[in-house]
Nanobody, 126 residues
Framework: QWRLVESGGGLVQPGGSLKLSCAASGFTLEYFAVGWFRQAPGKEREGVSCISRTLSNTIYSDSVKGRFTISRDNGKKMVYLQMNSLKPEDTAVYYC???????????????????WGQGTQVTVSS
């Protein structure tokens, strides 16, 4: 059974940091691009970042560029999202997802992602 499990969310003050983790099981992670997405209350799910299967390509949304860093360890079947300088508008449920691909690139198009985790809540508030 293919499975993604996110962890690392929580409550943090503005300006603080969190590192989200996504553990994959049941499939070979290196064959997939991985994305992080988020959904705030009353808003649509949006792409935050992605990393290609070859680690050669990463993409960040304009709202997180320069503050968030995505990384992956295919051997450990883990993907990470380091989030620094957090803002209240970063508050959302964060999801990791995988997209099967032969490409050395990635994208944050929700429709390209076939398997999703259950999400982890990130709340940025003083």
């Amino acid at each position: 059974q293919w499975r993604l499990v996110e962890s690392g969310g929580g409550l943090v003050q503005p300006g603080g940091s969190l590192k989200l983790s996504c553990a994959a099981s049941g499939f070979t992670l290196e064959y997939f691009a991985v994305g992080w997405f988020r959904q705030a209350p009353g808003k649509e799910r949006e792409g935050v970042s992605c990393i290609s299967r070859t680690l050669s390509n990463t993409i960040y949304s304009d709202s997180v560029k320069g503050r968030f860093t995505i990384s992956r360890d295919n051997g450990k079947k883990m993907v990470y999202l380091q989030m620094n300088s957090l803002k209240p508008e970063d508050t959302a449920v964060y999801y990791c997802a995988v997209a099967p691909t032969f490409s050395s690139r990635c994208d944050t198009l929700i429709g390209d992602y076939s398997t999703w985790g259950q999400g982890t809540q990130v709340t940025v508030s003083s």
